[in-house]
């Protein structure tokens, strides 16, 4: 079983659609990120948490709200989708504590048409 | 201050070639410097990471080097194989405080057989 799983793996809605994206881990780390990636702009960060009471926004926030159920698990929700939100979704997990490097699911791809 | 810059956006080696790619960084303060390696369909994996106190480091076919008085550093793939056809990113944090990740823009490496 993956360390880092992402559901959905695609999909594709409609503009004004609110949308949730699920990460959940089985490594045991309390710090969650979520990314997006377009192409030719690398990975960008969104959200990131440190643990399920401390939510702290990234470069590009806007648009998006998170939320930190548990320890393992950290939801993106797009409230209301617009086209220019389409790209691939990737969370990440890290421990600080032993300096471990990110660790990434494998994306949820997302379509707004 | 806080991005990096990666080159070349795109790169094709032969077989059995040498496959470099760069990074510039402008922040002092970071400490950690991880690349990772995507296929498509799959999310980033680290790859190699090396730190400042070091000039090089080697893992297999795959080495860093690091310059700290340019702010650059570099990813070589010895006898690059068509199974290394990926996309590499670099990325930059700081060990303390966030461990945030700021990732450059990604480079499409083919090695053709």
């Known amino acids: 079983d993956a360390d880092v799983t992402q559901t959905p793996r695609n999909r594709i809605t409609k503009t004004g659609k609110r949308i949730m994206l699920e990460c959940s881990q089985t490594?045991?780390?309390?710090?969650m990120y979520w990314y997006r990636q377009d192409p030719g702009l690398g990975l960008q960060l969104i959200y990131y948490?440190?643990?399920?009471?401390?939510?702290n926004k990234g470069e590009i926030s806007d648009g998006y709200s998170v939320s930190r159920q548990a320890q393992a698990k950290f939801s993106l929700s797009l409230e209301s989708a617009i086209p220019n939100q389409t790209a691939l979704y990737f969370c990440?997990?890290?421990?600080?504590?032993?300096?471990?490097?990110?660790?990434f699911g494998d994306g949820t791809r997302l379509s707004i048409l | 201050q806080q991005q990096v810059k990666q080159s070349p956006q795109s790169l094709i080696v032969q077989k059995g070639g040498i496959s470099i790619i760069n990074c510039a960084y402008e922040?002092?303060?970071?400490?950690?410097f991880p690349w990772y390696q995507q296929f498509p369909g799959k999310g980033p994996a680290l790859l190699i990471a090396?730190?400042?106190?070091?000039s090089e480091k080697k893992e297999g076919r795959f080495t860093i080097s690091f310059n700290k008085s340019a702010k650059q550093f570099s990813l070589h793939i010895m006898d690059s194989q068509p199974g290394d056809s990926a996309t590499y990113f670099c990325?930059?944090?700081?060990?303390?405080?966030?461990?945030?990740?700021?990732f450059g823009t990604g480079t499409r490496l083919k090695v053709l057989a």
């Open positions: 990440a997990t890290s421990d600080p504590h032993s300096n471990q490097p990110q660790h």
């Open positions: 490594k045991g780390h309390d710090r």
């Open positions: 948490s440190f643990d399920v009471k401390d939510i």
């Open positions: 922040n002092t303060a970071f400490d950690y």
């Open positions: 090396i730190r400042p106190d070091v």
């Open positions: 990325a930059a944090s700081i060990s303390s405080g966030t461990y945030k990740y700021i």
